[in-house]
């Protein structure tokens, strides 16, 4: 087996155990990313001399009797998360040679634990999309099949954790942009409770629904991301002051008498069949595990989509006011002030433009109530349908997406067939719980497919081991090369 094949698990032993070191991984990674990359386009930025040096001394601490979680392993990050001294696009025109003077708390979280940063990975522009092609730079493919999208808007990490170029990686989840990737290409994805990642660093999107999630080739390798990158932080008032659980502990495989809710309303028309019939079969499976299966109704399912394309454009109109070719980025000059800030921000994206009028219109005096105070109503009554289901069951199950990995340019037209990929991931962000997509099987054209497992507020340890247990008694992870 190739030392890029191995598992992040599997490459932390062998870095224990001394069969390989740090400086060997990251230029067997290193490599990995020029043979594939060129095709696959899942990085933006490779920062291969800063990686071999961090290398290096990984490798030197190790010698000297030291060990960290994540001591020499390479990790992808997604572009819209801050790395000091390396540009930082957040997948856009606006932010072109923007080099963060600092960290996001997330990345000095991982350097903390031994990680090396190899790169940083493509993404829609500021996270607004679901297949990487609102990427301002390019559009990144699934390994799977190139010809196909790797979801999105973490399609860069997962494309690169999926092809063997980064053991594990980091992603943002505001709508479902960790599970959706990590369902079309194969992989683990934790989106976690708002509040449990900082978001200090992370370029905003949409401030109430943003949150960092980890990427895996396995649940254990996805865990060890997470728990890495969990935990308080004061420079981000949203952070949960509480202890970090010791998530890896959790996986115990054990899901005995575990409650399991099927939410009706999330077996809808639309649906791929093949997916349906795979999540309908993991869910059979985790019966077989000694969980109990209950029927269960989250009624305002469908109002979930139109809510959150009011709050998230809105958040996002405020957010993205600060890009005025003032304070980062590239200066577009013309005759006044005026008219120089409308050349600058002339470089947004079309979707970005889009979501932008959308929030302001949502937000102007005379529609706020109409349309932003609704909106948070509704917010309020999927909040609430969820915490009565998490009244009488544990976890509950469902697609991660309603199709598999669909084509480049499918919908690159239509927005509302790209809205629909995360049709099911959405209410997650609603309502502050937690979700995980673990793969679940391949339709007909071989392509994955993922199962969501969604949890209460905090309980992440619950939905990851339950991930744990169906992976164990499942075989789905597939190595891209064999
Ligand atoms: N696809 C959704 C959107 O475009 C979610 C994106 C995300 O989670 N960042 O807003």
Redesign the pocket.
Known sequence: MKLTEFTLIEARNALRRGETNSVALTEAILEQIVVQDNDIKSYLTITAEQAVKAAQTADQKRANGEDLPLLGIPVAVKDIICTRGVPTTAGSKILEGFVPPYNAFVVDKLEAAGAIIVGKTNT?EF????STENSAYVTTANPWDLSRVPG??SGGSAAAVAANMAFGALG??????VRQPASFCGLVGLRPTYGRVSRWGVIA?ASSLDQVGTFGRTVADCTAMFEVVAGYDRRDSTSLNIPVPDYSAALTGDIKGLRVGVPAEFFIEGIQAEVETAVHAAIVKLEDLGAEIIPISLPHTRYALPAYYII?PAEASTNLARYDGIRYGPRLVAEDMIASVKKTRSLFGSEVKRRIMLGTYALSAGYYDEYYGRALKVRSLIKRDFLQAFEKVDVIACPTSPTTAFKIGERADDPLSM?L??IFTLSVNLSASCGVSVPCGLDSKGLPIGLQLIGNTLDEATILNAAFAYEQATNWRVNINE
Not at 127 to 130: E, H
């Open positions: 829609d996270a607004m999309g679901s999105g808007s943002t989840d505001t709508g479902g942009s999107f998230a809205y990929a995360d």
